[in-house]
């Protein structure tokens, strides 16, 4: 296994955009996740923003590991549909434009079985944003969660090859009620981004609960295993929300990946 990309999503750190790129490279994060909704909106940068953004990356040893643009809907609900995915598009061109070619988002409802009008609304959009991807260079991922490892691999395998990506958060299957390692069997060879997170299932509160890395129920280095075995060499990104020290938590998972890699 070549070495680990190892990167930080910036909501992670729970600080200002330019503090937040800074404690990523002082934490030894190569890479960082930017939320294209909540920290920098794409139709608000200017083209001179963009260029000092870009600099300062490079001053800081930083890529840009993908763009996450969360959307309150899915792509298979009909209200604002359109605006949803031009936005979407605009959030792809935004990647490309910082050198990520990975956007993330929660693709919606995938029914079972995959027919009727909700599954003709889903894979029409999803062939457009994967046409517009081919062209731009950049993979909607859909991020694991809502629909457990085989529903999403299905929704894959009725779409044209290359049309969308997996991004892999284990910790999001956990709360989910969703078997990791089964997910991971089904999507491994579709992955282009692995969140780095754990979870467990507190009995007691009758939910999951996101912890430290190493500290749930995702076997990390089996993990690990798998991605080798499909040749993954995207990144990994750290996505802590339920730090209590964003730094320190971020930090020792960000050397925790480094001891794994070779």
């Known amino acids: 296994?070549?070495?680990?990309?190892?990167?930080?999503t910036l909501a992670s750190l729970r600080l200002p955009l330019p503090k937040a790129l800074v404690a990523a490279g002082e934490l030894g994060a190569g890479g960082v996740q930017i939320d294209a909704r909540g920290e920098l909106r794409p139709g608000e940068l200017s083209g001179t923003g963009l260029?000092?953004?870009?600099r300062r990356l490079d001053d800081l040893n930083l890529k840009v590991s993908a763009i996450t643009f969360p959307t309150r809907r899915g792509y298979e609900n009909l209200d604002d549909l359109d605006?949803?995915?031009?936005?979407?598009?605009?959030?792809m061109r935004f990647a490309r434009e910082l050198?990520?070619?990975?956007?993330?988002?929660d693709v919606g409802q995938i029914p079972e079985p995959l027919e009727g009008p909700t599954w003709q609304t889903l894979a029409e959009v999803l062939l457009d944003l994967g046409r517009f991807g081919q062209r731009t260079g950049v993979m909607l991922a859909a991020r694991t969660g809502r629909a457990n490892g085989p529903a999403l691999a299905s929704l894959i395998a009725a779409l044209p090859e290359g049309t969308l990506g997996v991004h892999f958060d284990p910790a999001r299957l956990v709360l989910g009620g969703h078997p990791v390692a089964e997910a991971a069997a089904s999507l491994g060879p579709h992955i282009i981004h692995v969140a780095v997170n754990d979870a467990v299932y507190d009995l007691g509160q009758g939910r999951g609960v996101e912890v430290q890395l190493g500290r749930g129920t995702v076997d990390f280095p089996a993990l690990l295993g798998l991605l080798e075995e499909h040749a993954y060499r995207g990144w990994f990104t750290v996505d802590r929300s339920e730090a209590v020290?964003?730094?320190?938590?971020?930090g020792q998972t960000?050397?925790?990946?480094?001891q794994m890699s070779p």
């Open 245 to 250: 020290d964003p730094l320190l938590e971020v």
């Open 1 to 8: 296994m070549s070495a680990l990309k190892i990167g930080t």
């Open 51 to 54: 260029r000092h953004l870009r």
């Open 254 to 258: 960000i050397e925790f990946m480094r």
């Open 83 to 91: 605006r949803r995915v031009e936005a979407t598009k605009a959030a």
């Open 99 to 105: 050198g990520a070619n990975v956007l993330v988002n």
